[in-house]
């Protein structure tokens, strides 16, 4: 009320009676007639920009170095180029497993970089068939290059000895070993002194 009384006394009265109703409610009410101090503007603050650090230019003869160690690197045109640098198996495929110990390849354990790879598991486990001749090796380590233990258990082996029964018959069917050879891994059909290790020469 008392602010809306003001405001009316304002909007209707003269400069005098303003000035004296005013004056009686707030101290230091300039008369009427006094000349107004102009306003003061703010004053804009200049600040130094302050630039990051460069780095400094390597000299000439480091630049000479790093554009002829770039030059000895090999440059390849298709994905089939790579691959006919690989080592091979006695049928022409690449064979990954020599290519790691090469080290020509580093597989990681996961798409997360920060993931530790466990070390190669180096055990081998020996397949008898009941073929003489045709025993098998199966390397753990190999394995353990590219896959964690879970990927084949208990699922597709079980962690025991002769639980796990196996022909060729269900390999070529896409089980057992089948579930990676074949599709990822070298053809059961073309690869068969590389399980069947006899069949390859002599073994001592």
Not at 111 to 120: F, H, K, R
Not at 172 to 195: D, I, L, M, S, Y
Request: glycine share 8%.
């Amino acid at each position: 009320m008392f602010a809306l009384a003001v405001g009316s006394m304002s909007l209707g009265c003269s400069t005098e009676t303003r000035y004296r109703v005013f004056s009686v409610i707030f101290d230091g009410v300039p008369p009427p007639g006094t000349p107004s101090k102009p306003r003061r503007r703010p004053v804009a603050v200049m600040t130094a920009r302050v630039e990051p650090p460069v780095a400094p230019l390597p000299d000439l003869e480091s630049l000479e170095e790093l554009v002829e160690e770039e030059d000895q690197q090999p440059h390849y045109e298709s994905f089939a180029e790579i691959l006919a640098v690989f080592p091979k198996d006695a049928q022409g495929n690449v064979d990954w497993v020599e290519a790691v110990e090469l080290g020509m390849v580093a597989p990681r354990p996961s798409l997360d970089p920060e993931v530790q790879a466990p070390p190669p598991f180096p055990v081998d486990i020996k397949i008898d068939p009941g073929i003489p001749g045709f025993e098998v090796i199966f390397p753990h380590a190999a394995h353990t290059y590219w896959l964690g233990c879970n990927n084949c258990h208990q699922e597709i082996f079980v962690m025991k000895a002769g639980a796990n029964p196996m022909s060729m018959a269900k390999i070529f069917e896409g089980e057992a070993c089948g579930r990676c050879h074949g599709k990822v891994a070298f053809a059961p059909a073309t690869g068969c002194p590389r399980c069947h290790v006899r069949l390859g020469g002599p073994t001592g």
